[in-house]
């Protein structure tokens, strides 16, 4: 039987590879997305715009929950795996 579907579901066989493409980007999207390095630049970057004067304190600190939000998803482990987007 599996010989008798691949044969039938060949003419699918790029849109098949093209999913799987797509999942491996946008896995490495989130991977990127949620690592604590990528997020403790941006905290970096956050602050430093504070200082100069570009953002208000409210505004710093509704970013900030999110960053933070974001890393601890990171050093969770639900980067990469789809857990990331499942809120």
């Given at each position: 039987m599996g010989l008798i579907s691949e044969v039938l579901l060949l003419p699918f066989a790029p849109a098949r590879g093209?999913?799987?493409?797509?999942?491996?980007?946008?896995r490495e999207a989130e991977r990127i997305y949620y690592?604590?390095?990528?997020?403790?630049a941006e905290?970096?970057?956050?602050?430093?715009?504070?200082?100069?004067?570009?953002?208000?304190e409210e505004e710093?600190?509704?970013?900030?929950d999110e960053l933070l939000d974001r890393?601890?998803?990171g050093l969770r482990g639900g980067a990469g795996t789809g857990e990331g987007t499942a809120r």
């Open positions: 093209s999913s799987w493409a797509i999942r491996q980007v946008l690592d604590p390095a990528t997020v403790r905290l970096a970057r956050l602050e430093e715009r504070l200082e100069a004067g570009e953002i208000t710093f600190d509704r970013q900030e890393m601890e998803i």
